[in-house]
């Protein structure tokens, strides 16, 4: 049992990659992180020794503190955090109980430079459809929650890549984007490490409705409907994206709590009353 201002790694678990995720700060000292670069999904790294300084940008958030061991080190910031008006809890076991519990990790050696803020930058072709709506989601949600998305014409691409300091994904010719049969989401859970019994199955989800292949999965031709419905109904990519997000959310939970689940009608069976 987890102590007070504690989250045991079995609760953690279930908030990982969700909407109302808390903010996951690892405070791992250097030494620890060099050992193994992997971080927890949605996680930042902040610095223990200047705490004093960044406590107030988490006042009035949930935060999970991820330090080694879960003792000294997430213990302390958890508590400078509720100095701070944050609800802060510590990760029972730190890092260590997390990975013997076999859970999601990312290589954050794959992520690209952050900005003067803290954020990564990604710039791709206007008018998203499905890829260039799951690798965002997937950004938001499991490697950068505060990540920064530039939708441009696509010949524009590579220049705005270039001058802004973004990183170009799913157009042709680059790192993050199709290979294969794959699209751009498959290749990012590659890259990244991110492979799960609820990633693995919605990646087959995406890759169907973005290459029209639909037999992959029997949820790629209802994607497929729904991101062209989105298309239309919304100018602006970012408020299609933001609009999206969601969809996608409700996919990954049923991948990954509900993958048997159905629907039938009538609701009761009249021959068993």
């Known amino acids: 049992m987890a102590a007070p201002n504690e989250i045991t790694v079995a609760q953690f678990q279930r908030l990982v990659g969700v909407p109302d995720a808390p903010n996951i700060v ?70 260590v109980a997390y990975r013997e519990a076999g859970a999601l990790l990312y290589d954050s050696r794959k992520l690209p430079p952050r900005d003067a803020q803290g954020r990564t ?44 300091g973004a990183t170009p994904f799913d157009i042709e010719g680059v790192f993050w984007s199709h290979r294969g049969e794959t699209c751009t989401f498959d290749v990012m859970l590659q890259e990244f490490g991110l492979r799960s019994d609820a990633l693995d199955p919605l990646a087959l ?22 991101s062209v419905g989105y298309s239309r109904m919304y100018r602006d990519d ?22 048997d689940e159905t629907h039938n009608w009538p609701a009761t069976d009249k021959k068993a009353q």
């Open 26 to 95: 690892d405070v791992r000292i250097d030494e620890h992180f060099a050992e193994d670069p992997r971080m927890i999904p949605g996680s930042v790294r902040r610095d223990y020794r200047t705490v004093a300084d960044w406590a107030s940008t988490c006042a009035g958030q949930r935060v999970v503190v991820v330090c080694e061991k879960g003792l000294k080190l997430s213990q302390g910031v958890a508590a400078w955090l509720r100095t701070a008006g944050a609800s802060a809890e510590s990760l029972a076991g730190g890092m």
């Open 121 to 164: 930058v990604w710039v791709t072709r206007a008018r998203p459809k499905v890829d260039r709506i799951a690798c965002p989601w997937l950004i938001r949600r499991f490697l950068d929650p505060h990540a920064v998305f530039l939708f441009v014409t696509p010949g524009d691409v590579p220049d705005v890549a270039e001058r802004f």
């Open 205 to 226: 989800i995406v890759r169907g409705a973005d290459t029209a292949r639909l037999d992959l999965a029997p949820e790629a031709a209802g994607l497929l409907a729904a």
């Open 238 to 259: 970012l408020e299609q994206l933001a609009a999206a997000m969601g969809l996608y959310d409700a996919l990954y939970r049923r991948c990954r709590d509900a993958a």
